[in-house]
């Protein structure tokens, strides 16, 4: 069984940078591909940022140039950098991983842009 823990959300004014982590239990170099996801309240969950075992990334329209997914392989962590926040970032952030058929996700970590 694959657990996800997620870290690194908070309130934040807008313009500011948050680093959020996804600490997997499993070895995350064997998912075929892990992602961040948001749900603001009242939407559905959407893809912000995903990271494929080779090591591509793609992001959502949103978060291009603002947003950067990464993954530290010794730590079993995956990243998202997000600068430049807007009131409009706000929701829980939510990381996925994806292994052969199944899929996993964490219990997410809320973000907050206000002033």
């Known amino acids: 069984q694959v657990q996800l823990v997620e870290s690194g959300g908070g309130l934040v004014q807008p313009g500011g940078s948050l680093r959020l982590s996804c600490a997997a239990s499993?070895?995350?170099?064997?998912?075929?591909?892990m992602g961040w996801y948001c749900q603001a309240p009242g939407k559905e969950r959407e893809l912000v940022a995903s990271?494929?075992?080779?090591?591509?990334?793609s992001y959502a329209d949103s978060a291009k140039g603002r947003f950067t997914i990464s993954r530290d392989n010794t730590r079993n962590t995956v990243y998202l950098q997000m600068n430049s926040l807007k009131p409009e970032d706000t929701a829980v952030y939510y990381c996925k991983a994806d292994w052969g058929s199944a899929s996993y996700w964490g219990q997410g970590t809320q973000v907050t842009v206000s002033s």
């Open positions: 499993g070895n995350i170099f064997s998912f075929n591909r």
């Open positions: 990271i494929i075992r080779g090591g591509s990334t």
